[in-house]
């Protein structure tokens, strides 16, 4: 079964960095992306960032470009999300996933197949 595990969140200052983590197993072969998306209370999922699994290549929400890093290690089965000069609207819950999508590169939820539980991330002074 495929499991994505989410760590790394916690509370920071406005300024400082974060590096999240996400742990994944059992990932079929026919998942081509990984993601992370982003959610405050009473606001919708959001996209921030994908990585094809094979080649490492990324993509980014124009919003988080020059802050956030994605980045994965094959041989650890670990995908990453570097997140720098944090502002207190990235305060949410941070969710790592995985899609199959091969021609259209997945930027919407509900284009990813499987989620991690999540991790809060508090941005505050």
């Known amino acids: 079964q495929v499991q994505l595990v989410e760590t790394g969140g916690g509370s920071v200052q406005p300024g400082g960095s974060l590096r999240l983590s996400c742990a994944v197993s059992?990932?079929?072969?026919?998942?081509?992306?990984m993601g992370w998306f982003r959610q405050a209370p009473g606001q919708d999922r959001e996209f921030l960032a994908r990585?094809?699994?094979?080649?490492?290549?990324?993509s980014y929400a124009e919003f988080v470009k020059g802050r956030f890093t994605i980045s994965r290690d094959n041989a650890e089965n670990m995908v990453y999300l570097q997140m720098n000069d944090l502002k207190p609207e990235d305060t949410a819950v941070y969710y790592c996933?995985?899609?199959?999508?091969?021609?259209?590169?997945?930027?919407?939820?509900?284009?990813?197949?499987?989620w991690g539980q999540g991790t809060q991330v508090t941005v505050s002074s």
């Open positions: 059992g990932l079929p072969s026919s998942i081509h992306y």
């Open positions: 996933a995985a899609s199959r999508s091969l021609h259209f590169p997945p930027g919407k939820a509900n284009e990813f197949e499987y």
């Open positions: 990585v094809i699994w094979s080649s490492g290549n990324p």
